[in-house]
T-cell receptor, first 111, second 115 residues
Framework: GNSVTQMEGPVTLSEEAFLTINCTYT??????LFWYVQYPGEGLQLLLK?????DKGSNKGFEATYRKETTSFHLEKGSVQVSDSAVYFC??????????FGKGTMLLVSP | GAGVSQSPSNKVTEKGKDVELRCDPI?????LYWYRQSLGQGLEFLIY????????KSGLPSDRFSAERTGGSVSTLTIQRTQQEDSAVYLC?????????????FGSGTRLTVV
């Protein structure tokens, strides 16, 4: 079956630090890959996506590259801000749009 | 409506009681999904509707859980004889239109606490 494994948090960084949140997956077929973000008190929002191997998704300074050879989709940002503090979920889909999520990684950015 | 609306936003219930959670998707979205978000467990898929039918109910954790969708719009998730392990945030999402994955929209959820 499908599964997503992402690094446990919380990840604690100072403002302007470099961020990496690791995500690896197991899937049948060729999945689409996603990062969702959940800000405190809000619903999940799509942050970025990649639908085929070697695609790079990017948004708001975040980016992730679909690596089929390593079954990974690591999230990176060169310089985090306090406003990036949230929970980040890696997810995949191989079918009719049902998403399989990782457990989420909390990011805490201090000034 | 402009977004996916869920009600109530918070629900506290006694163990053994039944609860109903409501999801009002974006108007015109044909697909509707229920997920459960538990502390430390991430998000689990529960059930998927296409129109009023549910091709995939595989994520429902037990026969105490059921869901229906009427008129291709509002959906209700019912949990009978609630247990403490049912405490979680229940999220609804809908998908439709021509925006592809960018149109997959989540509600803010219902936080269920079983005491």
């Amino acid at each position: 079956g499908n599964s997503v494994t992402q690094m446990e948090g919380p990840v604690t960084l100072s403002e302007e630090a470099f961020l990496t949140i690791n995500c690896t997956y197991t899937a049948t077929g060729y999945p689409s890959l996603f990062w969702y973000v959940q800000y405190p008190g809000e619903g999940l929002q799509l942050l970025l996506k990649a639908t085929k191997a070697d695609d790079k998704g990017s948004n708001k300074g975040f980016e992730a590259t679909y690596r089929k050879e390593t079954t990974s989709f690591h999230l990176e940002k060169g310089s985090v801000q306090v406003s990036d503090s949230a929970v980040y979920f890696c997810a995949l889909s191989t079918g009719y749009s049902t998403l399989t999520f990782g457990k989420g990684t909390m990011l805490l950015v201090s000034p | 409506g402009a977004g996916v609306s869920q009600s109530p936003s918070n629900k506290v219930t006694e163990k053994g009681k039944d609860v109903e959670l409501r999801c009002d998707p974006i108007s015109g979205h044909t697909a509707l999904y229920w997920y459960r978000q538990s502390l430390g467990q991430g998000l689990e898929f529960l059930i998927y509707f296409q129109g009023n039918s549910a091709p995939d109910k595989s994520g429902l954790p037990s026969d105490r859980f059921s869901a229906e969708r009427t008129g291709g719009s509002v959906s209700t998730l019912t949990i009978q004889r609630t247990q403490q392990e049912d405490s979680a945030v229940y999220l609804c999402a809908s998908l439709g239109g021509d925006r592809g994955w960018d149109g997959y929209t989540f509600g803010s959820g219902t936080r269920l606490t079983v005491v």
